[in-house]
């Protein structure tokens, strides 16, 4: 019997990725100002039906973008999935606000809005749909919940970017939405993440906010470098 080992991920890096890493190294632009980045963010924004996109040093760093930019802290609650990666949780935690944990449906394996509901207490300010394995999330309750409780919804599409909900493409529901792009991701930058919002203004969506969103936490908290200028 043949002894064939299937991979976690195989990236695929047979197109111009070697041109333009080239480029990059014969003019100097080895960090983010160079072209690419502002491409990548233009481009990608519209493909998940967003008018503003940010690059990220990672997913985590988008999701903690995410929860910073919508001004939540201290005393706010997040429901998050349980099967879940712990970035979501983290993201959450850096802030100073506390994940409180949905228990998903069996079926699908996403968090399941009947546990949401019943996990919505007078603190909580926001629900992380998280789009696990591309799955989408039932997002037509998620969202009826959210307008209801005048919720923010956070989608987490790290693994779920070319994934679609009744004809619309996961990143174009929530208020905000992180993407990853690490290297078992649908597409992969090496490392990499994305924020991606309608409302570039509160939102943490743009540079100047992203620095803001950061500069939240104080030096003795857990934080992280996010953003790529």
């Known amino acids: ?53 940010l690059a990220t040093c990672n997913g985590t760093a988008a999701l903690h973008l995410a929860v910073a930019g919508l001004g939540l802290g201290p005393g ?4 998050v999935p349980t099967l879940t990666y712990v970035a979501c949780a983290n993201a959450v935690a850096y802030t100073g606000a506390v994940p409180v944990f949905a228990d998903c449906a ?13 996990s919505i207490t007078p603190r909580t300010k926001a629900i992380m749909a998280v789009h696990l394995y591309g799955q989408p ?25 070319g994934a679609f909900y009744k004809g619309r493409p996961m990143g174009a529901f929530g ?33 100047t906010g992203a620095a803001r969103a950061r500069r939240r936490a104080r030096a003795s908290e857990t934080g992280t470098g996010a953003k790529i200028f």
């Not at 069996?106 to 019943?118: C, F």
């Not at 991701?185 to 943490?204: A, F, H, L, P, Q």
């Open 106 to 118: 069996a079926d699908s394996w996403q968090i399941d809005p009947q546990e949401i509901r019943s």
């Open 175 to 207: 208020d905000v939405a992180a993407f990853s792009f690490f290297g078992n991701k649908t597409i992969t930058t090496g490392e990499g993440g994305m924020i991606v919002s309608n409302d570039v203004e509160c939102r943490g969506c743009d540079r």
């Open 1 to 53: 019997m043949t002894d064939y080992r299937v991979p976690l991920y195989r990236p695929s890096l047979r197109g111009n990725e070697a041109q333009y890493v080239l480029e990059c190294l014969e003019t100097s632009w080895i960090s983010a100002r160079g072209r690419f980045v502002a491409e990548f963010e233009s481009q990608f924004a519209p493909k998940v039906g967003a008018r503003h996109g």
């Open 137 to 161: 999330c039932e997002l037509d309750p998620i969202l009826e919940l959210a307008q209801r409780h005048k919720l923010f919804v956070i989608e987490d599409c790290a693994e779920a970017f």
């Open 76 to 79: 706010d609650e997040v429901i």
